[in-house]
């Protein structure tokens, strides 16, 4: 594409911004309904950093550790990985730094 189709604004009043139990739900049904993610380990790191930010972000410690562990394992660089780790340690919460990344279009 030469030109850009949509534009995104990032905002907190996005009905989508914070639903971290659908982002979860979509996510997971996403690896179930493409297997061949797995196979890819940057992309599957990706995916598995979401899913320990939206968790670290819901409170499920649990699940946030082992989605952290497994997108470590999948890409030892993927940053999602450690903004996980960092809320799981309350140095940082996922609001925070997603709050910082969509004022500068971006996303987890």
Do not use: F
């Amino acid at each position: 594409m030469d030109e850009a189709l949509v534009r995104v604004l990032w905002r907190r009043t996005s009905h989508y911004a914070y639903g971290y139990a659908t982002k979860i739900s979509s996510l997971r049904w996403m690896i179930a309904r493409h297997p061949e993610i797995r196979g890819c380990p940057p992309g599957a790191a990706r995916v598995y950093g979401q899913l320990a930010c939206w968790s670290a972000a819901t409170g499920n410690r649990g699940d946030a550790w082992r989605w952290a562990k497994a997108a470590i394992r999948a890409n030892w660089r993927e940053p999602r990985a450690a903004i996980a780790l960092a809320a799981l340690t309350g140095a940082v919460t996922v609001e925070s730094v997603l709050t910082t990344l969509h004022r500068h279009g971006r996303g987890i």
